[in-house]
Every structure is written in C-alpha cells, then in structure tokens.
C-alpha cells in the first residue's frame, strides 16, 4: 500500500459487528444508494462509493481476495488486521473474508472491481458477499476454499 500510516489498534470481527449494529440502529441519514455507482464492462463488474467527509460506512464479508481502489481523500479503514489511514490514489488487496469499516477523514472515492460478466447487482453480491461470518465459516468448512 502507498501513502498509508498504520496504527496498532487490535481489532476483532465483533468490533466491527458491534460498530455495524450500533449504526444500523441509528436514523440513516444517508441513502447510501445515492453514492454508489454501477460500473459494467467486458468480464467487469466496478463499484464506487463516494464518502463525504465525516461519514463512516461497514463493508460487506467479501467471499473472495479483491482489489480495493481509495481513488480520491483519506480515509481510516479498519479491519481485524488493525487501522490503517491511506490516502489516495492508492490501491491494494483486500484478503478474503475481510470486512472493513471506513471513516472518511475527508470526501473520498473508493472502488472495487470484481471478475464478472453478470450485471444484475443482487446476483453479483450473491457471487461475491458473503451474508454473514457463519455462512463463511460454513462455506469453509464444507471446503470452500477463499481466494
């Protein structure tokens, strides 16, 4: 990763699901889908989000090892590997089975591309998401490998 400074904060999954279920009980201020755009080309599926300054948002359990683009800003992005602040352009791998939560410290732009010639987004994030951590555990268990 480029222009990254990383914190050492331990960070578990039920951090991270206890900040998601603290938000979702919220009011939603924002319609997230207002910030989300669809991107399709041959074989490509893109998602971008843009995030004001100030606005946080928990990421969905990605099934697969995927590409994270922080196209514009700076963001905080926490994961169970620990806090991380990167500004972009910077681009990295996200592992499998990941599930990040992200403060934009400024507005900022993120993306992620996926492998796929399906355009249909709830058939898209059947391939790719993961609806909870026990569906994956399962998944992997049943000898579904992450890649």
Known sequence: MQNKAELTTPVTREHILKLESAMLAMPQEIDWDDYTYHHFAH???LRELFMPQGT???GKIHRTEHITIIASGTVQITTDRGVEEITGPSVFV????A????Y???DATLMNPHPTDETDIDKIETAFIAP???D?????EAGEKLT
């Open 94 to 97: 996200s592992a499998a089975g």
């Open 56 to 58: 946080v948002v928990v």
């Open 99 to 102: 599930k990040k939560a992200v």
């Open 43 to 45: 074989g490509v599926y």
């Open 136 to 140: 994956l555990d399962k998944r992997i």
């Open 132 to 134: 909870s951590f026990e």
């Open 104 to 106: 934009a410290i400024t």
